[in-house]
């Protein structure tokens, strides 16, 4: 059973920068997934942030394009998100999520998301900014 882990998230004010990560702990997705950060806000719908495979196919919502990196160390078998100049409505709880055999795309992984199609979740990191 793979099991996912975040972790790195905290209180900042606005302006300032965290990094997430996100390890799998347990078991093994093969050579090919696709890792994604979501986030979600209570009474909010959960949103996709970035999606990353084979350390080459990323994309971004566009509230965090030029703000937020995400990388993956497969090696490691993690991901990470670089988040910068971080903003009051980036609060958030922050997950991760795999999924093997997609095409990995912010759309593709927000409308499996919603459809409850990734594969595998972590428990989430709380990320607070502050004015």
């Known amino acids: 059973q793979v099991q996912l882990e975040e972790s790195g998230g905290g209180s900042v004010q606005s302006g300032g920068s965290l990094r997430l990560s996100c390890v799998v702990t347990?078991?093994?997705?093969?050579?090919?997934?696709?890792m994604a950060w979501f986030r979600k806000v209570l009474g909010q719908q959960r949103e996709a942030v970035a999606a990353?495979?084979?350390?080459?196919?990323?994309s971004y919502a566009d509230s965090v394009k030029g703000r937020f990196t995400v990388s993956q160390d497969k090696a490691k078998v993690s991901m990470y998100l670089q988040m910068n100049s971080l903003k009051l409505e980036d609060t958030a709880m922050y997950y991760c999520?795999?999924?093997?055999?997609?095409?990995?795309?912010?759309?593709?992984?927000?409308?499996?998301?919603?459809?409850?199609?990734?594969?595998?979740w972590g428990k989430g990191t709380q990320v607070t900014i502050s004015s």
């Open positions: 347990s078991g093994s997705m093969g050579s090919h997934y696709c």
């Open positions: 999520a795999a999924a093997t055999g997609i095409f990995c795309s912010l759309t593709t992984v927000q409308a499996l998301a919603v459809g409850g199609g990734m594969d595998y």
């Open positions: 990353i495979a084979d350390g080459e196919m990323i």
